[in-house]
């Protein structure tokens, strides 16, 4: 008798530990990470997870301290409990998952003491201990407004060394695009920049007609980037949105890339709620203008060049 209960005890913890799914029990689809660097140091993360079979369970560790920790899911509501101590650990969990329905989560916080000063430049670090296995891996970071990478050759001002670079005319975007990454590997990202204000001093001293000779080179190099680098822009910020958002934004581009926000609630089927929701949320990642009129808004695409690779869904 005692040893049939044991037995029994043993293939319920098994049979357990087939719904609880931690990250580093999983395979994603997709990992992808958006750091965007604010003029007082502080990093607002976004971590998009899309993983590739059904879970209940799930847990994200992060080697630093994280504040103001937000999340949610397509599939179904999700719980989640975080400990933070010097590092963060957040434990989820799917309030009634669809069978069959990938798991698509979005955790949104913000960090401190990821970006260190270095004599007059600045250099952010973060590093990714991979605790699963990812079919793609993305990792962009936003440089604050008007800041440019500490070195004259760019690839010198970041690490890995095989990273890109962008601007969508008010931040240079340094990015990594991977593929096959695998649970065990030590990622590591860097990015080394200046202030405007450390620009502006560096120049001082050499005299007037450099500053405004740097300010007629940047204001060129300005309208380059927004006519000419727009849709290669759009390639790093496409990815980072959900199904919802990629919905406007199609409904955006069937109107001529602006819209009365009453046509996108009808042609969505969203509530008017869900929709003000999406659309602050663009808004404050730049890729949509609000206009107020009288009880509704405009809203007005402001990367004009889409692809239809763009749109494939994540």
Request: include cysteine; aromatic fraction near 8%.
């Given at each position: 008798?005692?040893?049939?209960?044991?037995s029994?005890?043993?293939?319920?913890?098994?049979?357990?530990?087939?719904?609880?799914?931690?990250?580093?029990?999983?395979?994603?689809?997709?990992?992808?990470?958006?750091?965007?660097?604010?003029?007082?140091?502080?990093?607002?993360?976004?971590?998009?997870?899309?993983?590739?079979?059904?879970?209940?369970?799930?847990?994200?560790?992060?080697?630093?301290?994280?504040?103001?920790?937000?999340?949610?899911?397509?599939?179904?509501?999700?719980?989640?409990?975080?400990?933070?101590?010097?590092?963060?650990?957040?434990s989820?969990?799917?309030?009634?998952?669809r069978?069959g329905?990938?798991?698509?989560v979005?955790?949104?916080?913000?960090?401190?003491?990821?970006?260190?000063?270095?004599?007059?430049?600045?250099?952010?670090?973060?590093?990714?201990?991979?605790?699963?296995?990812?079919?793609?891996?993305?990792?962009?970071?936003?440089?604050?407004?008007?800041s440019?990478?500490?070195t004259?050759?760019?690839?010198?001002?970041?690490?890995?060394?095989n990273?890109?670079?962008?601007?969508?005319?008010?931040?240079?975007?340094?990015?990594?695009?991977?593929?096959?990454?695998?649970?065990?590997?030590?990622?590591?990202f860097?990015?080394?920049?200046?202030?405007?204000?450390?620009?502006?001093?560096?120049?001082?001293?050499?005299?007037?007609?450099v500053?405004?000779?740097?300010?007629?080179?940047?204001?060129?190099?300005?309208?380059y980037?927004?006519?000419i680098?727009?849709?290669?822009?759009?390639?790093?910020?496409?990815?980072?949105?959900?199904?919802?958002?990629?919905?406007?934004?199609?409904?955006?581009r069937?109107?001529?890339d602006?819209?009365?926000?009453?046509?996108?609630?009808?042609?969505?089927?969203?509530?008017?709620?869900?929709?003000?929701?999406?659309?602050a949320?663009?808004k404050?990642?730049?890729?949509?203008?609000?206009?107020?009129?009288?009880?509704?808004?405009?809203?007005?695409?402001?990367?004009?060049?889409?692809?239809?690779?763009?749109?494939?869904?994540?």
């Open positions: 008798m005692k040893f049939s209960k044991i029994g005890m043993i293939l319920f913890i098994l049979a357990l530990n087939c719904f609880i799914a931690p990250v580093n029990a999983l395979n994603l689809e997709y990992y992808g990470i958006e750091s965007r660097i604010q003029d007082d140091t502080t990093v607002s993360n976004v971590v998009t997870l899309t993983m590739d079979q059904n879970v209940t369970n799930f847990e994200y560790n992060m080697k630093y301290r994280a504040l103001n920790i937000n999340y949610e899911s397509d599939q179904s509501p999700i719980d989640c409990q975080t400990k933070v101590t010097d590092t963060t650990l957040i989820c969990r799917f309030v009634n998952p069978p329905v990938q798991a698509n979005r955790i949104t916080f913000e960090a401190t003491g990821l970006v260190e000063k270095k004599n007059d430049d600045y250099q952010f670090s973060n590093f990714v201990s991979m605790d699963a296995n990812a079919k793609r891996f993305f990792n962009v970071i936003y440089l604050p407004t008007s440019t990478l500490a004259d050759v760019s690839n010198e001002s970041f690490s890995p060394r990273g890109k670079t962008l601007s969508d005319g008010k931040h240079i975007m340094v990015y990594w695009d991977k593929e096959n990454v695998e649970a065990g590997d030590d990622l590591y860097s990015a080394t920049y200046r202030t405007a204000a450390t620009n502006m001093m560096g120049v001082y001293g050499v005299g007037i007609m500053v405004i000779a740097v300010v007629i080179i940047a204001s060129l190099g300005m309208y980037v927004r006519s680098r727009r849709q290669d822009s759009v390639k790093v910020v496409m990815p980072l949105l959900k199904r919802d958002e990629k919905m406007i934004v199609d409904i955006l069937k109107h001529g602006t819209v009365n926000q009453k046509i996108i609630v009808r042609e969505s089927d969203f509530s008017k709620a869900k929709v003000s929701r999406i659309i949320d663009l404050e990642r730049e890729v949509v203008d609000v206009e107020s009129m009288g009880r509704t808004n405009k809203i007005t695409l402001k990367i004009k060049k889409w692809t239809k690779e763009d749109n494939k869904p994540q």
